[in-house]
């Protein structure tokens, strides 16, 4: 477990008998951009289908707000995230999709998948 994944904290999820979806949506994501060290800004959509664990709103908060000083491209960021969740939930499936704000005249969506 990382540093950051330790921020995230769980809770049982007492329909585990079921698939459920789950979302969750930040508009507020700030990193830094590695190359120019201008700011990132954007849209993390979690969608996730719990198995024993969900997630804790207030920690999963935290857990984005500390990418805010990080020098970081939007797939390695977009990447670490699903890892880091994945690595906490064990979930039966997750998704993030990053939409990034546009940049240089330029809009991006990294989108990444974990299925169990």
């Known amino acids: 477990m990382n540093d950051k994944s330790k921020l995230l904290e769980t809770f049982e999820n007492k329909y585990s008998n079921r698939d459920y979806t789950i979302i969750h949506e930040a508009p507020e994501f700030t990193s830094v951009c590695p190359k120019t060290g201008q700011p990132?800004?954007?849209?993390?959509?979690?969608?996730?289908?719990?198995?024993k664990l969900c997630v804790e709103?207030?920690?999963y908060k935290f857990y984005l707000q500390s990418f805010r000083n990080d020098g970081i491209f939007y797939e390695?960021?977009?990447?670490?995230?699903?890892?880091?969740?994945?690595?906490?939930?064990?979930?039966?499936?997750?998704?993030?999709t990053a939409r990034f704000s546009v940049r240089g005249g330029i809009s991006s969506v990294v989108e990444v998948e974990y299925k169990k």
Not at 40 to 51: C, G, K, N, R, S
Not at 83 to 89: A, F
């Open 40 to 51: 990132d800004f954007a849209t993390i959509i979690l969608e996730y289908i719990p198995d």
């Open 57 to 59: 709103l207030k920690s």
């Open 76 to 96: 390695n960021v977009t990447n670490r995230i699903l890892d880091d969740l994945v690595e906490v939930l064990q979930p039966r499936y997750l998704n993030i």
